[in-house]
């Protein structure tokens, strides 16, 4: 928990959401900007800044995360496919600094994004 994070206020129920998905490492929940007509955030319950500060001994929560948004992508009927995006640093578009995967789909995801 790092306090001011408004992600770690979701984890721990501060701020409510609705739950898409929950294990013992994430939880999972709607985006409240959505880029398509599913997006969903997998969020770890332990406060990461970003995918640059993860350490060797988070292989496990990061497979985790990629399987949670399996599961999601699943839940959300996105059989046709969709796209996982991990914004990592400001440059590389990330606003809330908790590391977060994006599971995004619902219609067909060109590139470059748009
Ligand atoms: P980033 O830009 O850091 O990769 O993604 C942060 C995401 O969090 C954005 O897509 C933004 O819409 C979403 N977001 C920001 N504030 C809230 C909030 O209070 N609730 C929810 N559900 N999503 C949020
Ligand atoms: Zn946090």
């Known amino acids: 928990m790092s306090s001011g994070c408004l992600f770690c206020k979701i984890v721990t129920g ?8 929950e294990d013992d490492v994430c939880i999972a929940f709607p985006d409240i900007n959505p880029q ?16 640059a500060d ?14 949670a948004a399996n599961e999601v992508a699943k839940r959300k009927n996105l059989a046709r496919g969709y796209r996982i995006v991990v914004n990592t640093g400001a440059q590389g ?16 995801m060109g590139w470059p994004p748009g």
């Not at 501060?14 to 998905?21: A, D, K, N, W």
């Open 36 to 51: 398509a007509p599913s997006h969903t955030l997998v969020v770890p319950k332990e406060h990461l800044e970003s995918l």
């Open 14 to 21: 501060m701020i409510p959401v609705e739950l898409v998905y």
């Open 93 to 108: 578009g990330q606003t809330v600094m908790h590391l977060h995967l994006h599971v995004i789909g619902g219609r067909h």
């Open 54 to 67: 993860v350490a060797p001994d988070h292989t496990e929560l990061l497979g985790k995360l990629m399987a």
